[in-house]
């Protein structure tokens, strides 16, 4: 081996450099679109054996969607007393925010688990004492997404609640608690640094502290 | 400040996410449209994908064809806990694996199929096209077990157990297989680009 010669463990990092760079997208060249149409049309499509259950997956699935103001499910499809007869649901805090989502019972003996429930709560509610702490626009948008987060929660409850134990719904269910729990969670370390911030940061006419 | 785009596009992330899932249930309830869409956000991952492990071009569109037409077909199978897109990358390199099983050939190592794969790969090239492209053709130009675990393990950033599950062998297996094709790459960029210095 001579002087010039890399080593074999640099020769393997500049490869694995150069293997790290190559695109990991490339469009075919041709659309394959139709071809694909083709033959999935040639089969039934993956039809649920259920309907109703099928029916109830789409409209909680919409839900999580987060479309503004909808209801998917319809005053028809909801009865709230077989809801409150199978969602075992605590009391709402008094200090807890005014949207906070109804808890979801999974099953008869099933519940949200307790440190997450309460984890939950002390989230919402450093995020009541410092969402003024937000410039106006991300304020806004935290509440608009967090509003619709819980109300998919809420619909897919209610859906739970016709189909109880139902998979993909309880599945649907714990993401978007999971998602809420993120964001509320992603906001409490925000406002955190913003109060850890210098008192004399630069504040703009608005009041706003930070940029989008 | 960066933290309230922070925030902003966790919600964006979190929008996404939700969208896809809304997709996914909507596909496994029979909607080609909302498959297409789907279709359409991963098309693109999946070919190149097919493209590097099958090393040639028409066989790669016959393999992103037949894993979205077996995503569909299972789609009611697919558990949301994981992501589509990991699914359908499992998918796909089951594809591909049944397609060179049936086919039995060593497409890549056919020079002009390497030239070929390696022109469509050069087209979406951003950092140094020209060594980049030598790159491509040579993987291209690997033996399927060696270009198989090379192209999971090194562009894709599977590990050892990962890929050897994909691929149905022994981690010892694939480690074996990464450094063979380790070697022959260096080798063969080794010459190419001692022949570019001396031209």
């Known amino acids: 081996m001579t002087q010039d010669e890399p080593t074999a463990g640099h020769a393997a990092a500049r490869l694995d450099a150069r293997l790290s760079e190559l695109p990991l997208e490339v469009a075919p060249g041709r659309d394959l679109w139709p071809d694909i149409a083709a033959r999935i049309d040639e089969r039934a499509p993956p039809v649920a054996p259920a309907t109703r259950r099928a029916a109830w997956l789409w409209q ?29 649901v605590p009391p709402v805090p008094a200090n807890a925010h005014a949207t906070v989502v109804m808890p979801a019972a999974f099953g008869p003996a099933g519940q949200l688990d ?7 709560r002390q989230l ?88 989008l | 400040m960066a933290h309230a785009g922070e925030v902003v596009d966790e919600l964006q992330r979190v929008r996404e996410a939700a969208k896809e899932r ?37 066989t790669a569109e016959d393999c992103t064809q037949e894993a979205f037409v077996q995503a569909w077909r299972n789609l009611r199978r697919f558990e949301t806990r994981s992501a ?31 030239r070929e794969v390696a022109d469509v790969l050069a087209d979406h090239l951003t950092v140094d096209p020209g060594r980049s492209r030598d790159l491509e053709t040579a993987i291209a130009g690997l033996p399927p077990g060696a270009r198989h675990v090379l192209v999971l393990v090194g562009v894709y950033g599977h590990s050892h157990e990962e890929a050897s599950q994909l691929l149905g062998i022994a981690v010892g297996t694939c480690k074996a297989q990464l450094h063979r094709a380790r070697a022959l790459l260096s080798a063969r960029l080794g010459e190419t680009e001692w022949n570019h210095d001396a031209g």
């Open chain 1, 60 to 88: 909680a699935a919409a839900a999580v969607v987060l479309v503004a103001g909808s209801s998917l499910l319809t005053a028809s499809l909801l009865d709230r007393s077989v809801l409150q007869q199978q969602s075992a």
């Open chain 2, 22 to 58: 809304r997709l996914v249930t909507s596909a496994a309830d029979g909607s080609a449209v909302a498959f297409e869409q789907l279709y359409r956000r991963h098309c693109a991952r999946i070919h190149a994908l097919c493209l590097r492990m099958t090393g040639n071009v028409a």
């Open chain 1, 124 to 211: 919402t509610q450093v995020l009541d004492q410092r969402i003024a702490a937000l410039p106006t626009s991300a304020r806004a948008k935290l509440e608009f997404n967090l509003g619709e987060l819980r109300r998919a929660a809420d619909e897919i409850n209610a859906a739970l609640a016709e189909q109880p134990g139902d998979p993909l719904l309880e599945e649907l269910l714990l993401k978007t608690y999971q998602d809420e729990l993120a964001v509320l969670s992603n906001v409490s370390q925000l406002t955190n640094s913003l109060a850890n911030e210098p008192a004399n940061m630069p504040v703009s006419p608005t009041g706003e502290r930070m940029q």
């Open chain 2, 84 to 114: 589509f897109g990991t699914w359908l990358h499992r998918i796909a390199v089951n594809a591909v694996l049944q397609q060179t099983r049936r086919r039995a050939e060593s497409l890549g190592a056919e020079d002009s199929v390497e």
């Open chain 1, 114 to 120: 307790p440190e997450y429930v309460a984890t939950r």
